[in-house]
């Protein structure tokens, strides 16, 4: 995979993509590795050319929540917010698979966001469409009941059924408590549509109708 590759640099001239080549870093990072913890300062910005890295946040009340997922051909945009302020993480970034990432030092970001209109408005765009995905989110936590949200989040995921995954692993998705998962997995298995064994949940249709309010 080449630095280029990445739809960041999809309209920037030569010239200047011969600079960006010369300062970012291309790395290869392993499964398990954090990439960044909450109070680290925002050295650079990470794009994703393949792999996953899941960016998470855990609350005063000890409960993890998943945020977003950098995915192939997408950028950190937490980092972007942190390198635009100046301000340090408040989450915590994971690669879930081996992941071959490019991270834009602080001084090249931040000349490229004066300087290249065409990296300016693919940043913002990316920025834009997280901030959408995010709201969501919250939108979801605030409005939906919990049996609801893990409804939809095993329908969404029937195709990859069975799926390994501990109860713990299905609350941080969620943002929630282990026993409350635990409870309604259990419910939805006495209701004849999953089936539990240890680190598996197998879904065997598509559940009954639950009402969102």
């Known amino acids: 995979m080449r630095l280029r590759d990445h739809p960041i640099f999809a309209n920037l001239d030569a010239g200047l993509l011969q ?3 010369a300062q970012a870093r291309l790395m290869e990072l392993p499964a398990g590795q954090q990439v960044f913890r909450p109070g680290d300062s925002c050295q650079g910005l990470p794009m994703v050319l393949k792999g996953s890295v899941r960016v998470q946040m855990t609350g005063s009340s000890g ?7 950098i995915g192939d051909d997408d950028v950190c945009t937490l980092s972007i917010g942190c390198l635009m302020a100046g ?3 408040r989450a915590e970034a994971i690669v879930e698979v081996p992941t071959t990432v490019v991270v834009l030092p602080y001084g090249l970001f931040d000349e490229l966001m004066a300087n290249s209109s065409p990296f300016r408005r693919q940043i913002m765009t990316a920025y834009g469409e997280r901030l959408d995905t995010l709201m969501m989110l919250v939108e979801e936590i605030a409005f939906q009941r919990m049996d609801v949200r893990l409804t939809e989040w095993l329908r969404a995921h029937a195709k990859s059924s069975p799926l390994s ?3 713990q692993d299905l609350a941080v998705e969620l943002g929630t ?3 409350v998962v635990s409870r309604l997995l259990k419910d939805f298995e ?3 549509w999953i089936r539990l064994a240890r680190g598996r949940i197998e879904i065997l ?3 009954p109708v639950r009402a969102a309010v």
């Open 63 to 69: 409960h993890e929540i998943v945020l977003y997922r």
């Open 165 to 167: 995954m501990t109860h």
């Open 177 to 179: 408590a282990r026993e």
């Open 19 to 21: 600079h960006v080549e």
């Open 190 to 192: 006495r209701e004849g």
């Open 205 to 207: 249709g598509d559940g």
């Open 87 to 89: 301000r340090g993480y």
